[in-house]
């Protein structure tokens, strides 16, 4: 099937829209238009020129003219590191699956729904015991009388920035034993880690930070949660993936609880008013896609898809995905704010990247995540850069730059050429497209077929578009405005 867009020029004397992070009203600047349909390889050569979608619109945003110049920002999923604070997530996650003891945080400090004294119920058994056993050791030693001093029996207080050199002096000395893996040891590691039953997956290497549990895979971590052998867990987190697809009959038997739920998070999170939160809005900007679902290989289709989280089999987190041929694309999340302990939001995008790496074992070209759009100085998007290793587009020469590298640019100036190497130093969508590709261009003629834009301005006599089609292949590229086909009304 062919990929269908309708492109909608930029108007000169209504530039502009309400930016949704500075709020400027007029500073978000972009190009559009409305994807009937696409196929999932085509999608891909979009994203890979900064193009996204939000439904069945598509849009680029135009960098040097926006207010929050936005980047598209991808991981290395093959060689991505658990940092020192998305390992603590996922540590704290493993501790409320498998700890009876632990609160849910559905009555959190922010949005207590019971009494203090009833919250604190289930744990009273327990603090007493550990009181008791306390009481009973203590009365092992006799307590020195008032005055005497100290109590010989217990350590001498020290200061804690002793503590603190004594620590780094140990880990100094660790750091100098250990030698860097070698590439071949780190596809060792990820072999044995895909062939490991529980986890199920092909870990890639992880940077250490001086924990015990540095060596650890993002699968290994997850596993511990999932799988407890022999042990009756104090809670069970599953997921299920369905298709974006109204159609769909897994999608209609979920379809009131997941919107219900977006409803709670978009009134949490991001303060909407209840009464604009209506069902037709969430299918038009998280459920109606225009790509096609295709096959891939095996059980695996490309396409639109929603990633359900389970807890105890209540739906809490909902990850909407784009499976492409080179990447594993996050358009939205939404989650329960009732479990701000768990920070659903890292722990759901560390799911997501570990899912990519799956694919990856059944699709070797498919190892990226997309994380959309990443703004310097926006706080609601800077976090993305924290999923390491990270590349950044480069607005003008459209190839990938470190993000360690695109810092000290951006911290000088929000719009930057991030590819500073030599070369035409025109930005890619702005190079005009030959007359040679301009004839070739690919149009959808409603009730006549398809055919060249050299044949449809011999058939449609004095109707003038190529201003249209010149503004439009460009941004597309010349490639693509070969293949899919431009729809002209």
Excluded at 54 to 83: A, N, Q, R, W
Excluded at 436 to 465: C, F, N, Q
């Amino acid at each position: 099937m062919s990929s269908i867009v309708q492109y909608f020029p930029n108007d000169a004397e209504d530039k502009g829209s309400r930016c949704g992070y500075c709020k400027s009203a007029k500073g978000s600047i972009s190009s559009g238009m409305w994807a009937h349909q696409l196929t999932a390889s085509h999608y891909q050569q979009l994203v890979d020129r900064g193009w996204r979608r939000s439904g069945h619109y598509v849009y680029k945003m135009v960098m040097k003219e926006t207010c929050c110049p936005p980047y598209t920002i991808k991981c290395d999923t093959l060689h991505f590191k658990l940092s020192r604070s998305q390992r603590k997530v996922l540590k704290t996650m493993n501790k409320f699956l498998t700890e009876k003891s632990v609160s849910t945080g559905a009555a959190s400090c922010a949005e207590k729904t019971t009494t203090e004294s009833d919250h604190s119920a289930p744990g009273r058994a327990e603090a007493a015991s550990a009181s008791t056993e306390r009481s009973a050791k203590a009365t092992e030693h006799s307590a020195p009388r008032p005055g005497a001093g100290a109590d010989p029996n217990r350590p001498r207080s020290r200061k804690a920035k002793d503590i603190r050199r004594e620590m780094k002096a140990k880990k100094d000395d660790t750091a100098g034993q250990v030698k860097a893996p070698s590439a071949g040891s780190m596809d060792a590691r990820a072999g044995a880690s895909a062939a490991g039953a529980a986890a199920g997956s092909g870990g890639a290497p992880h940077g250490g930070d001086g924990s015990s549990q540095a060596g650890k895979t993002l699968e290994e971590f997850v596993s511990e949660g999932l799988t407890i052998a022999g042990a009756d867990p104090a809670h069970r987190i599953t997921t299920r993936l369905i298709p974006s697809d109204l159609a769909d009959a897994d999608f209609k038997r979920t379809r009131q609880e997941s919107f219900k739920l977006y409803c709670k998070y978009q009134i949490g999170v991001h303060k909407d008013d209840e009464s604009e939160l209506t069902e037709k809005k969430w299918e038009r900007f998280l459920v109606q896609s225009p790509l096609i679902q295709q096959k891939a290989v095996g059980d695996i289709k490309y396409g639109s898809f929603h990633q359900h989280y389970y807890l105890d089999g209540k739906l809490i987190a909902v990850g909407v995905l784009d499976i492409l041929p080179n990447a594993l694309s996050s358009v939205y999340v939404y989650y329960d704010t009732d479990y701000p302990q768990l920070t659903l939001g890292t722990y759901t995008a560390l799911r997501e990247i570990m899912f990519t790496r799956e694919l990856h074992r059944s699709l070797p070209n498919l190892c990226w995540y997309y994380m959309g759009f990443y703004i310097h100085d926006c706080p609601k998007m800077v976090y993305k850069g924290s999923y390491a290793p990270s590349l950044l587009m480069c607005p003008e020469r459209l190839t990938w730059v470190p993000i360690e590298e695109c810092r000290p640019k951006l911290n000088a100036s929000k719009y930057s050429r991030l590819d500073m190497a030599g070369g035409d130093s025109t930005p890619e969508h702005e190079k005009p497209a030959s007359p040679a590709t301009i004839k070739a261009t690919g149009i959808l003629l409603p009730g006549s077929g398809s055919m060249e834009y050299e044949m449809y301005e011999r058939v449609i006599a004095g109707h003038d578009s190529r201003a249209l089609v010149e503004e439009y292949v460009p941004l597309v590229g010349p490639a693509l405005s070969r293949r899919m086909l431009l729809v002209i009304s």
